[in-house]
């Protein structure tokens, strides 16, 4: 069973930063693609971030591209995620997810778990930590 737990999340103003954490019990580690994915009340999932296991290349999410950054420390077993130049439209619960599915016709990794994570179809993830932008 794979258990995974995201911490760092609070409130900050625009512009501020924050990192998040997310710690996990997943045996084969690098089998899987990493990522964080964010809900705001009433939105659908958005994934944001992702870190492919084949070769650790990240992809973005154009609303956060160049400001949030996707790291992993893979002997902590931990994922992170960087978050600058924060704006109220990042309000939502962030959640980190493990998958080892990969698309089989084309497309991109990202727009795959994208989907995925968005209908829940495949993965895991953890159960989130809250991040408040205030204007």
């Known amino acids: 069973q794979v258990h995974l737990v995201e911490s760092g999340g609070g409130s900050v103003q625009a512009g501020g930063s924050l990192t998040l954490s997310c710690t996990s019990s997943?045996?084969?580690?690098?089998?899987?693609?990493l990522g964080w994915f964010r809900q705001a009340p009433g939105k659908e999932r958005e994934a944001v971030a992702i870190i492919d296991s084949d070769d650790d290349s990240t992809t973005y999410a154009d609303s956060v591209q160049g400001r949030f950054i996707i790291s992993k420390d893979s002997a902590k077993k931990t994922l992170y995620l960087q978050m600058n130049a924060l704006k109220p439209q990042d309000t939502a619960v962030y959640h980190c997810?493990?998958?080892?599915?990969?698309?089989?016709?084309?497309?991109?990794?990202?727009?795959?778990?994208?989907?995925?994570?968005?209908?829940?179809?495949?993965?895991?993830w953890g159960p989130g930590t809250q991040v408040t932008v205030s204007s």
């Open positions: 997943i045996y084969a580690w690098s089998r899987y693609s």
């Open positions: 997810a493990a998958d080892d599915t990969r698309p089989s016709f084309g497309g991109t990794l990202f727009d795959w778990l994208t989907e995925n994570w968005k209908l829940g179809r495949s993965g895991f």
